[in-house]
């Protein structure tokens, strides 16, 4: 079964410095690879995705994600934090079969103006 | 397009009563995922359907859960009885092939709050 590891449950960027948030999968076969964006009292919305094309990828709201097979990982980054990218981050990855996806724990970022 | 449709979006009831939650997924998707989100254990998987077929609720946490899927365009799920621990927010999300790596879309889901 896939495992996804979130490091740091908060991150904390000042307004226009680079957003990073690390994620970290496990499997002997690169999955799909997912992050979604929640905002308070809403679900969640992709931002983007990993289905073993190109490594990096670009996916909404400036955000982008680079698949790294060696370190399996799939850290997501911003070049520049906006007030309104402050929510909670989820990484998930998509092992095949019958399994759902699973999720990592979240990471809440915090945006300081 | 019309996203996910969770009903209602918010449910305070007491213990032992019968809570029914409620989803349309989008139109064409196959597959349908009920989750459930605490800030103790995060996001989890309770059930998943495939072409209205259950296909695996391990993630059911016990008997008081059920979930239903009659047809392509209506799924619930349903908690009887209710206990206050089941308290959290439940997300309804459907897929087309999501083992061809195709997302999930997630609906703004069920604040359940149980007295």
Redesign the interface.
């Known amino acids: 079964a896939q495992s996804v590891t979130q490091l740091g449950s908060h991150v904390s960027v000042s307004e226009g410095a680079l957003v990073l948030l690390r994620c970290n999968y496990s499997s002997s076969v690169p999955p799909?690879l997912?992050w979604?964006v929640q905002y308070p009292?809403?679900?969640?919305?992709?931002l983007l995705?990993y289905?073993?094309a190109a490594t990096l990828v670009k996916g909404i709201n400036g955000f982008e994600a680079e698949f790294k097979k060696s370190e399996t990982s799939f850290h997501l980054t911003k070049p520049s934090a906006h007030m309104s990218d402050a929510a909670e981050y989820?990484c998930a990855a998509?092992g095949?079969g019958?399994?759902?996806?699973?999720?990592?724990?979240?990471t809440h970022l915090i945006i300081q103006p | 397009d019309a996203g996910?449709i969770q009903s209602p979006r918010h449910e305070v009831t007491e213990m032992g009563q019968e809570v029914t939650l409620r989803c349309k997924p989008i139109s064409g998707h196959n597959s349908l995922?009920w989750?459930r989100q605490t800030m103790m254990r995060?996001?989890e998987?309770l059930i998943?359907f495939n072409n209205n077929v259950p296909?695996?609720d391990s993630g059911m946490p016990e008997d008081r859960f059920s979930a239903k899927m009659p047809n392509a365009s209506f799924s619930t799920l349903k908690i009887q009885p209710s206990e206050p621990r089941d308290s959290a927010v439940y997300?309804c999300?459907s897929s087309f092939s999501?083992?061809?790596?195709q997302?999930?879309?997630?609906?703004?889901?069920t604040?359940l709050s149980i007295l």
Do not use: E, M
Request: charge should be negative; hydrophobic fraction near 30%.
């Open positions: 799909y997912f979604y009292n809403q679900g969640l919305q992709l995705k289905t073993s989820f998509y095949g019958a399994d759902g996806l699973t999720f990592g724990k979240g | 996910v995922f989750y995060g996001l998987l998943y296909i695996d997300f999300a999501p083992g061809d790596g997302p999930q879309h997630f609906g703004d889901g604040r």
